[in-house]
């Protein structure tokens, strides 16, 4: 469960340490508006603390953005384990359990598309602290993905995993000039296509 979602279904924010409504604010404010359009007053304000608490746990704005990526790709981790678990010694499902939780997370996520391609956007200077956990996440997804090619025997296992990535990536550039509708089901549809020229077997399978 996320730190948002931790915080909805408590029912008592008192239950909710500081920091982590801090960034479970930050992530509900940063999603909607943008992170440059959020300042630190609006939230703790929605934190239900104040300014001088929320730089006690971050010290700057910078660093609460950082801090609030890293609980993205953190997540992101453990559905990996998750769907490791899920598909025990079976990589291809894996992948394609992958591509349908991406496909199921637009219909959730709004048309906002991918909070680390909006923060890269927002904050081009590399030596931003986001930087690197952006450059870290999509590194980490590339990487896993090309592993679970090379394991499920597919051939070019690091070209699937870099026309995987970008599909994923114009999917999310689509969601938010042109909405979801019907988007999941093309991600799926052109993902398995892709899946199979690199020699796994067709969309029947994807049960």
């Known amino acids: 469960m996320t730190i948002a979602g931790a915080w909805a279904t408590s029912g008592k924010i008192e239950t909710i340490s500081p920091r982590a409504r801090i960034l479970a604010a930050a992530a509900d404010l940063f999603h909607r508006q943008g992170i440059r359009a959020v300042g630190v007053e609006a939230i703790a304000e ?38 490791a678990a899920d598909r025990p010694g079976d990589p291809l499902a894996q992948i394609r359990s992958w591509l349908r939780d991406k496909a199921e997370a637009l219909t959730t996520s709004g048309e906002r598309g991918c909070p680390f391609a909006n923060a890269a956007v927002e904050f081009p200077d590399k030596g931003h602290p986001a930087r690197r956990v952006i450059e870290d996440y999509k590194t980490a997804q590339r990487a896993h993905l090309a592993r679970l090619a090379t394991a499920a025997k597919l051939s070019e296992p690091d070209v ?25 089901e093309r991600l799926i549809r052109m993902g398995d296509a892709m899946i199979k020229v690199h020699g796994g077997v067709g969309s029947e399978a994807r049960n």
């Open 160 to 184: 699937l995993a870099d026309e995987l990535s970008l599909l994923l990536e114009g999917v999310h550039v689509t969601a938010q000039s042109l909405g979801t509708q019907g988007l999941g």
């Open 46 to 83: 929605a934190a239900k603390t104040n300014k001088m608490t929320l730089y006690r746990h971050f010290l700057s704005k910078d660093e609460l953005v950082a801090a609030y990526l890293r609980s993205i790709a953190d997540q992101a981790t453990a559905s990996w384990d998750r769907l």
